[in-house]
């Protein structure tokens, strides 16, 4: 059974950073591509970033340079941090094996004030 609960958002300003952390039970992260997502109301849930097996790594378009997947391997959990946010980054993150669209968690709001 698969079990992925996401931590660490918040409020911050904008320019602010945090770091997301995503515990994963039921998936192995070290074998499995591994994503970030994130959703607003009204709006369709958006790839943020991509971290692959092989540890090759994509972002969106909007966040390349500002944000970072990684995982960790001992904690069989996969980390967001995310540098220079702007209002934009509000939503509801969530994580997942990349291409899947079941077993989502809850996620964790990130607010970023302008």
């Known amino acids: 059974q698969v079990q992925l609960v996401e931590s660490g958002g918040g409020l911050v300003q904008a320019g602010g950073s945090l770091r997301l952390s995503c515990a994963s039970s039921?998936?192995?992260?070290?074998?499995?591509?591994m994503g970030w997502y994130r959703q607003t109301p009204g709006k369709s849930r958006e790839m943020v970033a991509v971290?692959?097996?092989?540890?090759?790594?994509s972002y969106a378009a909007s966040v390349k340079g500002r944000f970072t997947i990684s995982r960790g391997s001992a904690e069989n959990s996969v980390y967001l941090q995310m540098n220079s946010l702007n209002p934009e980054g509000t939503a509801i993150y969530c994580c997942?094996?990349?291409?899947?669209?079941?077993?989502w968690g809850k996620g964790t709001l990130v607010t970023v004030s302008s």
């Open positions: 997942n094996a990349a291409g899947t669209n079941k077993d």
């Open positions: 039921g998936i192995v992260v070290s074998i499995t591509d």
């Open positions: 971290v692959s097996s092989g540890r090759r790594t």
